[in-house]
Every structure is written in C-alpha cells, then in structure tokens.
C-alpha cells in the first residue's frame, strides 16, 4: 500500500487499545481498522463502530472469499482485518493502523515487509495481571480461568517480541503514548511525508527521531540504556 501500515500487538491486557485511543487524539491520517469479531458486543460497543460484528457462519465465508489481510481464532473467537479496511485507507491517501493479537500481527510482518510493527511491554507479570482484573471487574466478567488463559498465553506470545520492528513499554501511560507517537511520525518523517507531520495535533517533540530510536527491538537487544527492559522481559521468560 502507498500509505504506512501500522501494527500495534501485544498480549491482552498489556495496554493496546487504551494507547491506541490516546494516539488516534494526537496524529492526524491514521485510520483505525475496524476489525471483523464473532463476539458478541460488550458495553456500549456497536455495529461497525467498535467491529464488525459477524456469525460463524459470515466469517467463514469471508475466509473462503479471501476478504481478510488477516485472521485469527483469539480466545474461541474469531477475528480478522478485512482487506476492504486497506483498501479504504489507500484509497483516502491515509496510513492505516490495526490493533491485533499476535498470532494475526505475524501473519501480516510476514506479508508486509513494509509494514511498522510495534510490540507493547507491560511493566510485569504482575502488572499484567492487575490490569486483566482490573478491566475484567470493569465489565463483570472476572472469571479466574479466562485471567489465567490470558497469563500463560502472554508469556509465549512474549517471546515473539524479536520478530517486531517496535517495542514501547506501556508503564507510565503518557510516556508510552509519546514513544508510540515518536515511532509514527518518525517513520512518516523516513519515508518522506513531511506533509502528515503537519497533520500532527500537537507539535511534533523535539528529539521525536532519537526516542523512536529507542524503542527498536534491534537497539533493545543490545544497548546499555536498555537493561533495564531486558529485566523487565526476563521477567517473562524472555531473553
Ligand atoms: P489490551 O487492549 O492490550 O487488551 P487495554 O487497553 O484494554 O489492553 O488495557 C487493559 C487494562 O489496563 C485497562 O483496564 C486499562 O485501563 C489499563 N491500562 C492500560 N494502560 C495502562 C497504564 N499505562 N497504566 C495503568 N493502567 C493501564
Ligand atoms: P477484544 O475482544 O478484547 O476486543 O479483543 C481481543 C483481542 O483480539 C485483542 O488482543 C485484540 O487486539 C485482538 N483483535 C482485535 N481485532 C483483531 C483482528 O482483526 N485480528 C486479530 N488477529 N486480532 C484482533
């Protein structure tokens, strides 16, 4: 695709959609994907607003159709990008970002290899934990054995961290936002599109360039100022 193609992954619960809805307020021409799910809607959630939401029977025939980018069975559900959300996007001149699990974010680092896939830390395992209560308390749903599913299920897809571009550790939220908001426009800035940084609601940060550096996986592996994350990963087994 012309414009860039965002991935934001990570084991739920680790901070996604909450860094994501925090973003989509600072940068301007980035459309969000609205993604395909057969759960049903939770809250206030609504029909092509929050996903699109489908049958068993819908989805599968959209796999046979070949209609998505991607798709993934999360938790007993299935889950998919459309590939008409690319098209979409394209057509608009917009980059596109999607917020997905990691089974699907590797299917799509492995398609697009232009894509920016960025991979969201939490603090700990036990962060982790607190905020899968916290948010399952939210929505009365605190069931013990979908916490613990979720746990042991982070600790594998952790280790896929190595295959992402990006890596922001979400403890401090308005940090992460703005490490996340580095990687976007610094990537924009890369691929020479000086015209969506104007786009940017509020003033671009200076050293935008350095702190997207920061956050390479490829400098996280190596760098002295990055010990302190490869504790935080080895924390899940991750080294
Ligand atoms: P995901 O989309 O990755 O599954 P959510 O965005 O739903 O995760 O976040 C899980 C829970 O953690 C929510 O209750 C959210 O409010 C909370 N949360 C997210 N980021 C932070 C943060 N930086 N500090 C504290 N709580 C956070
Ligand atoms: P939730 O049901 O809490 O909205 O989402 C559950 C998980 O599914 C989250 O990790 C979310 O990122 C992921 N997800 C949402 N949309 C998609 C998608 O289109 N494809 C894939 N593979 N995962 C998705």
Request: proline share 3%.
């Amino acid at each position: 695709m012309a414009g860039i193609l965002f991935i934001v992954s990570a084991p739920s619960g680790s901070g996604k959609s909450t860094l994501v809805s925090h973003l989509r307020q600072q940068v301007g021409a980035l459309e969000f994907s609205i993604s395909w799910t057969t759960r049903a809607p939770r809250g206030g959630e609504q029909q092509d607003r929050e996903y699109h939401f489908a049958t068993r029977a819908e989805f599968e025939q959209h796999i046979a159709e070949g209609g998505f980018l991607e798709w993934a069975s999360v938790y007993d559900n299935y889950y998919g990008t459309s590939l008409q959300a690319l098209r979409d996007a394209e057509s608009r001149g917009n980059d596109l970002l999607l917020d997905i699990d990691v089974q699907g974010a590797l299917q799509v680092i492995e398609k697009f290899k232009e894509s920016v896939s960025i991979f969201i830390i939490p603090p700990s395992p036990g962060v982790l934990e607190s905020r899968l209560r916290q948010r399952s308390a939210a929505e009365n749903m605190a069931v013990e054995e979908i916490i613990q599913r979720r746990l042991r299920q982070a600790k594998s897809e952790m280790g896929e961290i190595w295959k992402y571009k990006y890596a922001v550790l979400n403890d401090v939220l308005d940090e992460a936002v703005e490490k996340l908001r580095s990687v976007v426009l610094a990537e924009r800035r890369r691929r020479g599109q000086p015209e969506k940084l104007l786009q940017a609601i509020a003033e671009p940060a200076a050293g935008l360039e350095p702190l997207a550096e920061s956050c390479l996986t490829a400098s996280l592996r190596s760098s002295q100022s990055s010990a302190g994350l490869r504790e935080i990963l080895q924390t899940f087994g991750v080294s």
